[in-house]
């Protein structure tokens, strides 16, 4: 599915302790981790905890594998070509400017020059010193050169003053490198995902929602911009961070989730959309503009509820009347009859295919990090795919689609 050797480069920034931090998330994700230290980086942190961590001798002294001829593996020459992935977390300005010119002459910039993998930065340093034009000409270099960089951010830095230069978030950085570490098969495509559930306002602080936690939709989108679509989530309310790399928009309504979708597709030619949201069918009819008070209920309140649009329809609708080429996957979320009931779906709303999963069960669908799901297809073909994590699930869907 995806390689899965991770070098880090560490170099002697103040954000060091953040390289353990997106080390431990590349564990989590299963990923195998080396790591090279500059002589400068091991006085503000040991290799011993970066030792530890990986269960992986660290790479420092660029003349010591000469002296340790049995371990052929740590020498700089099989370190670049075992990694998939070299990443230097954090990268200072001296490293930056290192790379930039060729010199290679502490463990993480011989790496950098040896290696063919994949080079992803995250500069981390003070701001003058990264607005500096140097530091932006070398930049701008490394990036034609084909690195990849994580972005700083605004945020503290270590001199007492806030500015650009704060390291990214190790979640954005981990995810940066893990979706690195993927083919591209959907380069160039452009991947819309809907998420989440709606929520249909009755008044200014009460609604109706429905048991959505947004995973599988947030798993399709994460795994669209893994696989190299120009990916879109328009997610409605969950607790989940936007993943790194995605175009990400928040709704609330059904209404507002098809506006959306309509804003975002109505400019291209061709679209791929996954409606992973739950939509919520009716909406209460009259919204009162006031908070309803207690006092004015009887003992009884009734709301009264009307159809919300069906989006899929609605959307195939759109993109035929714009002449936008859709692929488009619907959700199937049931407690019966699934098979039956997903099949119906499929032809009604005009989908390539439909993914049904049993909402029934607590150990896969809503909330859950697992689910087993069937994909049906429009000529009625059937893929019963066993229980698996919801990337996984992602993945499968993904690779499924033909355009
Ligand atoms: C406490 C401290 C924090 C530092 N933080 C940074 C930093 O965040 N970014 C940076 O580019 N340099 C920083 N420096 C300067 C580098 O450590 C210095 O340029 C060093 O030579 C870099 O070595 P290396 O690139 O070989 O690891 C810092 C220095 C000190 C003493």
Redesign the pocket.
Known sequence: MRKNNVLIGV?????IYKALEVISLLKKKGCSIRVAM????TR?ISPVVFQALTNSKVYVDVLEEFDDLSDTNITHISLAKWADVFAIV??????IA?LANGISD?A?SLIGLATKAKKLIA????SD?YLNPITISNINRLKEYGCEFVEPIEGD??CNTKGV?HIADVCDIADKIESMLYEKPLSGKNVIVTAGPTSEAIDPVRYITNKSSGKMGYALAKMAYNLGANTILISGQSCLRAPYGVDFVNVESAEEMLNALKDKIKNLDKAIVVMASAIADFKPKNYQNKKIKKRDMTNKMVIELTENPDLTKEINRFAKDNKIELFSIGFAAETNDLIQNATEKIKKKGLNFIVANDVSRSDIGFSSDENEVSIIYANGKIEKLDKMKKDVVAYEILRRIET
């Open positions: 170099t002697a920034s103040i954000a500059t002589k400068e980086a503000f954090p990268a200072t300005s001296n490293i290192k502490d993480v500069p981390a340093m003070n010193m830095l270590a230069g």
